[in-house]
């Protein structure tokens, strides 16, 4: 391992912004996964090209990279990448756990309430005709069930984690050149990874594993990045300006009548630029990176305040609030097919659904602080 990145390791402690943004990003994911929803115009999607899939998945790789850092160096790397490895597991048993209690409640609903069109919604079609092969390819990650692709994708990208790992504690800059440039091969070859019964993943790993290497190379270089930040305002001001630019680009995609008076910039915003991670959405996500850096340091008062606790306990907790999320997407959109047709039930649905995965996190947080603690002696 390289001496700066056992200084910087040996520095540093877990970020209390990464709890956060993983929590934030968890509110706007419940969000976006119920379809006509007038309180979803709140989340990321709507004020730029990032969305919180793609915050999801940089701070995800800023963390992984201080907390299994530290653990390599403290405990060496084999004993770490058994510990990724245990992760991993964890990952792909919570998916095939809600993989499986998905297809279940999506098709009973649809066949106790008369709403068919919900199974070709979610993407779980073929479990009424070839249940047992839909099932197999799930097991294979190779299903596209509606709000599971990001937990594929986390599964993928945990999978390529320990190599890129090792490599970035020895060769940051090496590693991160390793990762454009399969981001740009899998862009020109067209790789991917096949989906059942037809397709490819909705997230291309091979190209949003760029994220989350550039997560853990500022992870690394954060020091060295507050600097630079701190004597180059006019970087600040092209970050500024870029985000300005995606604003109008996105508003104008949801505004005819503003999008006839704009020039054609050629970017489109369709879902195969997401799904292959469209390099204007890598240069947005950075520039909100440096900015936030720079605005919003480790030590900033607000991140002690009650009112952002809620957000960073599901940050912290962010597996279980994910898994919850999923859940009540669904009971949500279920509810405002069936009912009655008003801002009030969406907001209402929206709400309740958000407190519900804060509750939730809290609990879990608590019963696991209770597993901690010493038990009395027999007789005490």
């Not at 069109?117 to 073929?126: A, F, L, P, Q």
Request: hydrophobic share 55%; glycine share 6%.
């Amino acid at each position: 391992m390289k001496l700066f990145a056992k200084k910087i390791l040996a520095a540093r402690s877990l970020d209390p912004r990464v709890d956060l943004l993983r929590g934030l990003a968890n509110w706007f994911l419940f969000l976006d996964h119920i379809p006509h929803n007038v309180v979803n115009f709140i989340t990321l999607r709507n004020f730029g090209f990032t969305g919180a899939t793609d915050i999801f998945v940089f701070v995800t790789g800023y963390a992984a990279t201080i907390f299994f850092g530290r653990m390599a160096l403290e405990r060496g790397f084999v004993i770490t990448s058994t510990r990724m490895l245990r992760r991993l597991w964890q990952l792909y048993a919570a998916y095939v756990v809600l993989f499986v209690i998905y297809i279940d409640i999506v098709s009973n609903v649809a066949a106790q309430y008369g709403t068919n069109e919900i199974i070709d919604e979610y993407n779980v079609i073929g479990i009424v005709d070839h249940p047992i092969r839909t099932l197999m390819h799930g097991l294979m990650l190779q299903a596209k069930p509606l709000n599971l692709d990001v937990l594929q994708l986390f599964i993928a990208l945990l999978v390529m984690f320990p190599p890129m790992l090792w490599l970035m504690l020895r060769r940051p800059n090496f590693a991160l050149a390793g990762s454009v440039a399969l981001y740009v091969a899998s862009r020109v070859f067209d790789w991917s990874l096949p989906s059942f019964p037809t397709g490819s993943w909705y997230f291309n790993p091979f190209c949003w594993q760029l994220l989350s290497v550039l997560g853990a190379w500022f992870a690394l270089s954060g020091p060295k990045l507050t600097f630079t930040l701190q004597r180059l305002p006019l970087l600040r001001a092209a970050a500024a300006t870029y985000l300005v630019f995606a604003l109008v680009v996105t508003l104008a995609a949801h505004a005819p009548a503003l999008a006839a008076h704009l020039p054609d910039f050629g970017i489109s915003l369709s879902p195969t630029e997401k799904e292959n991670l469209a390099f204007y959405r890598v240069i947005h996500l950075l520039a909100l990176a440096l900015l936030f850096t720079y605005f919003v340091p480790r030590d900033w008062a607000p991140l002690q305040s009650k009112l952002l606790q809620p957000a960073m306990k599901c940050g912290e907790e962010w597996l279980t609030s994910f898994c919850v999320g999923v859940f009540l997407s669904f009971a949500a959109h279920f509810v405002l097919i069936t009912g009655p047709k008003s801002v009030t039930i969406q907001v209402l649905v929206s709400v309740s659904g958000i407190a519900m995965m804060t509750a939730i996190a809290y609990y879990i947080s608590w019963s696991r602080r209770q597993d901690g603690r010493p038990m009395l002696r027999a007789g005490a």
